[in-house]
T-cell receptor
Framework: DAKTTQPNSMESNEEEPVHLPCNHS???????IHWYRQLPSQGPEYVIH???SNVNNRMASLAIAEDRKSSTLILHRATLRDAAVYYC??????????FGQGTELSVKP | DSGVTQTPKHLITATGQRVTLRCSPR?????VYWYQQSLDQGLQFLIQ???????AKGNILERFSAQQFPDLHSELNLSSLELGDSALYFC????????????FGQGTRLTVV
């Protein structure tokens, strides 16, 4: 399984943008890049995913490098409710979802 | 609400016992995944079913088994329980393999005493 590498933790100030990086140098051509987050005592929650092009939705933006070996999840204005563990996952169509350690994001008021 | 329902929410049982965790996927989703999350291990992938067939296996112990029924709900059976099996167990579902994302339930918290 292709692996991802994320920083263990990051800090942000409330209402500022947050850029969460992910490296996936062994990504294959059919792997989608997925981001999930997990709030304390809750199940993981889907955030966004993409294949090659940058993606935007109401929660976040996903910027994918041209060679697809890295990606960045962008939260445009962090709120206290965005404090969570963020997971970057490579997902082959219909295949298993393997979670790494993720990045624990803390947001300061 | 993700649309994935897990029951029960909490379960307390003794060592050596057997329990069954149940998962109802979102309507129409064919894939079901099971995960174990303990404090020191993170989210560990256990097993995946797709339309009733086992598709992928992770670090699932031999004491654990799962199945997906014709109505697509799934059950995870844990037997000969040990203290170390205490954890949150999550189920997720996703539609057919088009790169679509998964939806997670709220989990079952298992405590083995």
């Amino acid at each position: 399984d292709a692996k991802t590498t994320q920083p263990n933790s990051m800090e942000s100030n409330e209402e500022e943008p947050v850029h969460l990086p992910c490296n996936h140098s062994t990504i294959s051509g059919t792997d989608y890049i997925h981001w999930y987050r997990q709030l304390p005592s809750q199940g993981p929650e889907y955030v966004i995913h993409g294949l090659t092009s940058n993606v935007n939705n109401r929660m976040a933006s996903l910027a994918i490098a041209e060679d697809r070996k890295s990606s960045t999840l962008i939260l445009h204005r962090a709120t206290l409710r965005d404090a969570a563990v963020y997971y970057c996952i490579l997902h082959n169509q219909g295949g298993k979802l393997i979670f790494g350690q993720g990045t624990e994001l803390s947001v300061k008021p | 609400d993700s649309g994935v329902t897990q029951t029960p929410k909490h379960l307390i049982t003794a060592t050596g016992q057997r329990v069954t965790l149940r998962c109802s996927p979102r309507s129409g989703d064919l894939s079901v995944y099971w995960y174990q999350q303990s404090l020191d291990q993170g989210l560990q992938f256990l097993i995946q079913y797709y339309n009733g067939e086992e598709r992928a296996k992770g670090n699932i112990l031999e004491r654990f088994s799962a199945q997906q029924f014709p109505d697509l709900h799934s059950e995870l059976n844990l037997s000969s329980l040990e203290l170390g099996d205490s954890a949150l167990y999550f189920c997720a579902s996703s539609p057919t393999g088009t790169g679509g994302h998964a939806f997670f339930g709220q989990g079952t918290r298992l405590t083995v005493v």
